[in-house]
């Protein structure tokens, strides 16, 4: 027999109420970023690689460790992106969006990152981002969080998350708190755990990061970054948080809160989920006002989030049940001559948006054919025959709790549907 094929690790075939269940949240995010007026934006799935190494920084993870890069037939080098918000500065830049505008945009897609693949981390992953450019007013900072909170709220599960908050200033002020975390560092690197000995001279302030016991343990002595901002960045961050008292959303201020990519400035924020396991970063983001200059653009503020669909997912699985979007209605023509009669019945039925109709296709006993369709999980079974056809009737079985059936004038389908079934 010729081998089968599998997918590619980290690459994962979602099917059925799991698919359901990413396609409800990417539809809350779509409807509450719409309802405060944020228009879509789709980039393309590939850049060229230089997009993220200035973008992100060439030492973050993202970029050395993580891109898939390959040449394409002109040698030139590509990416598969993985994130998206250097590709919606280089668009706003491209399209020249940012100097008479300040558009509040919103995407949707797959990312690519060669992580090590665990429950709630994948090589593709899917993004709900907004980003806002042009402004560099606090509010808009809060904006952005006030929306992640709303759609936290309509998908039931702002009891599980929670917003941690940072203000890591200017790219000065981070400079001048890097040297100072080295020089404080450096005398006990040894006690350091491996990945942050290696950040040492990479990128120290992702030490800031460290999970590991020993490493939180010395940070705890450690030159704090907060003392490091200017007074501007300090205003600016008690500005935000005020925002977000005064809107009573709550909030952990987490001073170890640095973010993995180079491109951030001032207020960076992430949404934690309780009891999803290691992977627990629903949804983060921050500003980046230095990001359209380094892509070659004028100087432009910029702020934004990106959401973790399938993080977001593992959260709702424990609090929700969500049924799987398939079939209500199945309707099977009793011989190959009714079924011109089963498609104007199908079709009748489609007219309405909130019916799932599912015609039999195939012939076979009706026996058979009813078997499909207490498989397909709908409710009811609309049988089409030559007695059916002759007087524009159908026949109606439920399927499930009474299995009761009944002929009814086509013309009265509908309004049996939705007043006598309740459906
Ligand atoms: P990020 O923190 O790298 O930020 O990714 C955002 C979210 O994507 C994470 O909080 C997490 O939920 C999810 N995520 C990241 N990696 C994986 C993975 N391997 N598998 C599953 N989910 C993952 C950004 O990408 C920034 N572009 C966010 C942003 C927008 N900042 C400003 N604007």
Redesign the pocket.
Known sequence: MTETIPSVRGMRDVLFADASRLSHIESVFRLVLEAYSYEEIRTPIVEYEQLFKRGLGESTD?VAKEMYRFLDRDEKWLALR????AAVVRAAIQKNLCYDDRPRLWYMGP?F?Y?RPQA????Q?Q?V???ILGLDDPLSDFELIQIVTDVCSELGISDCVQLHINSIGSSDARALYRNKLVDALQPVSHLLDSDSQTRLTMNPLRILDSKVPATQEILREAPKLMDSLSVESKKRFDKVLNLLEKANIRYKLDHRLV???DY?TDTVF??IGMGVGA?D??????R?DGLTTLLGGKPTP???????I???ALLHEQLHEIERSSTDIYVVAMEESHQQYALEVAQLLRSRSDIRVRQHVGQGKIKTKLRWADRSGATWVLILGDNEQRDRTVTLKWLRTKRTQETIPLSDLLTTLYTKLEF
């Open positions: 993202a993985p994130e998206g918000t990312m990152r992580e709630g981390r994948y090589r992953f993004h981002g907004a980003e973010r993995g990519l951030y992430e949404w992977q970063a629903l949804c983060a983001g921050g980046y910029g702020v934004g989030f990106a959401a973790g399938e993080r977001i």
